[in-house]
């Protein structure tokens, strides 16, 4: 007798997480994807796994501050002139998440998503290339502000409804955690359980080398469509050939909006494109990763060097990056740590794929019995993938998740 199998449409953290763990509940995996294994956001992100990431972007005085980003160049959030009126449904939508009971219930769902990140790469990555790439080692946020780095009221109440762990520090004790910092930081805070990814595309590419050796099936190409029976999908169309599924998952980022569509599901998933800049000799050697709060940037530390990343900017897809944000990371580093090269440099721009309520879909597609969405983890998906994977596969298995699935119902944006 064959195995079941299923079709995986996009080979990033997500896609990689959810075969993987799919052959372990014994189903046969194809992983269709265009471009290389994890070249997509996963790629090029900071790398932060953070099971204490409850506090959602959509707090309460999110619009307030919302013209004063989108008017200062060097703001962290950006939006091209040309994009401007496909987005701006989209950001009134996030807009409208940010009461207090709205961001609390998110802030619940991310605390059951990203809660178990670590032992979820752990299952994965035990006895692989991939298990020294994950390390628990906390993670520091620094603001130049009194009193601002833990940020508002309701995100201290999150975190300690969560149970999350913080240290508060002064500036005294910051610096004697990261001496390289310039002493401007006046508040800082320690997430001792959180942690970071020391290469995101290395740790893609050997979930999925495992995937490989375990079976799988790797192939290169876009997916443009399905063929459809019913309420079953028969195939997926491959460059423009119908190839035959058994099961489809969409897990393709920032592009699975329009593949949810064709099977009549509105799920508003937006481009939200962030830039890095990966410093290989930056003279300075920060032991773990440090976020400037008010800049809304990290300075990670990898195995390829520094990397620096962070900056929201919605442009479309397709349009071309704007490297004066990659410029202004280097300039906001530059004011972080004195002492830091910028020689040497590789620069990237990358889409999240971002829903406006901060939480991404996981579960059966409402009118196909035999397709399942996991996508649209914005800003947290390196910290949700493998978790995102795991309940994927027990939706797939036909059993039930630990969690309460409710808050990522693909159908929770046509419901409304
Ligand atoms: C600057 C930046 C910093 C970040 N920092 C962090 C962080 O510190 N911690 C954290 O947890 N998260 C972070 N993130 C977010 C994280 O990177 C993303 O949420 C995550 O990588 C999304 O993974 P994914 O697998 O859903 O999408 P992707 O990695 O984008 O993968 C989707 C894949 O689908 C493929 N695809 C697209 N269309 C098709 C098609 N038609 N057919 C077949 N395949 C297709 C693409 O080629 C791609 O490989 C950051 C993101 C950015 C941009």
Redesign the pocket.
Known sequence: MTSPHVTV???????VCSAAWLQRRGFGITL????PVG????F???????PGAVVPYTLPGVLKSLPGWLLDPEGPLAVRPSALFKVLPWLLAAAKQSTTENALATSRAMKALHGGTFEAYEALTRGTDAATLIERCGQLYVSEKLDAAQGSQLARAMREEAGVKVTPLTESQIRDIEPALAPIFRSGMLLPDNGRCKNPHQLVESIAGECRRNGAAIVRG???GFDTNGSRIKGIILDGTVRPVERVVI?????SGE?AQQLGTRVPVTPER???VTIAEPGIAPRIPVSHVDAKF?CAPMNMGLRL??TAEFAGFGAPPNWKRAELLKKQARRMFPGVKLEQVTQWA????SLPDGLPVLGRAPKYENAFFA?G?????????PVMGKYLAEIVAERKPEIDLAPFSPTRFTAR
């Open positions: 449409i996009g080979a990033g953290i997500v896609g269709v994807d265009p471009e070249h997509g956001a996963s090029g992100n900071a790398g932060n796994v953070s876009a997916v443009s897990a393709a980022g920032a592009a593949l962030g830039y890095h990290v990343a962070g990358g889409n999240r794929p996508f983890n914005g800003h947290f998906g390196i910290t949700g993938g």
